[in-house]
DNA sequence: ATTATCTATAGATCTATAGATAATGC
DNA sequence: ATTATCTATAGATCTATAGATAATGC
């Protein structure tokens, strides 16, 4: 994973804003990892530290407390999905068949991040509020993402039409529906390929927009 | 919520086994609540036998780890949430519509039971392997309920022929979309009130089977 | 005698910081 | 002089258990 960090508002003793952020993007690629394989709590400050190659008291010039860390690299894993549905859909714009393909790019990105997505469903609550708020706001701008698609559609007359509410929640359905592969997928694998995933459920979610 | 807890396979010094099945329902209603409000990992086992109105010597003498009151709580949840929709099915069962009568008390019983799902959610991976393995099958045998209304639905011609990959995967979309509303409500209670979105869902859900 | 409960604490961490040291630029 | 980094540790927990005490039943 390629980190895309948006380093922001986390304070730091440090005055080299190029520094700031290449330390930060040193901490969340150590971070991830280790949260993906021991999870927020068990993992030290010492181990992160470590992983990105520097000292627990250099690790504090750059941010005041664990959860700076948790915040740093669920914004860094919302950021790549994004990016990968935002240029997905520049890609797909206007076409016909636009909707099933977004979806298909949206799936594939959810299949290959499936440890982050994760990430963010276990450890969101262990965020202090005004960060969680943060994380969550990005979950609905991807969400929104899908809401423009399906309104495109809808306004060229490709999809017959479909209340704004209907709009939204189908919006929240392919999300979501993303996720179910990541957090099911223990399951979903014995029976499915990622290919037959998408295939399914992109039947099922086109069932009402055609 | 009542506790279902079926104590189990948890080591315990106490021979008295229905003093253990009360201790540990005890455990599981302190501890469900602690959980829910700050967390795993931030609650103390102190704090848990305080509000379960023992001692924390008393405590490890009814369970060995911390993960084991984790086990226990997960496993009342899904029981509690199993038996709401087992009993859904009985009543709904034949019935035309009997999916949409299912989905619905289930949808409601995600409803009252936010606060727990989301619990499942987060806390699953802290699990020892064992246990996780336990809690993941519950979640397959809950989803097993709707593969059955399913197939009766296909068997009986009330829904046109589904194969059983299709009926698999549709079962796991009910799960999960009622799973959303608890991880999702926070935005989604701003548009829609439940029975707005188990219309919804449900018109989105029946799109293929009828 | 046996079973259940309690108090007190061993032993092991972990976060965050203070103060010392090294590196950089005027 | 200023900025960045490191070492060492204060201070605060937390889980789990050992050993003492109380309650129950023969």
Redesign the pocket.
Known sequence: MESLGRTKDIAT????PD??KR?HRQIVDAAVQLFIKQGF???????I?AAA???????????????DILYLVCDAIHAEVESGVSAAMTRAAGGRNSLAEVIREYFLVCHQMSDHILLIYQETQSLPPQWRKKVLESEVRITGIFVEVLAHLVSTGDSPYLSERTIELLAHNISVLGHMWTFRRWFLARHYSIEDYIELQTEFLLGLSR
């Open positions: 003793q440090i005055k080299n520094l700031v330390r709590h068990k993992t030290t400050t010492r181990q530290a190659g520097f000292s627990i008291g250099s690790l504090y010039e750059y941010i005041t407390s664990k959860e």
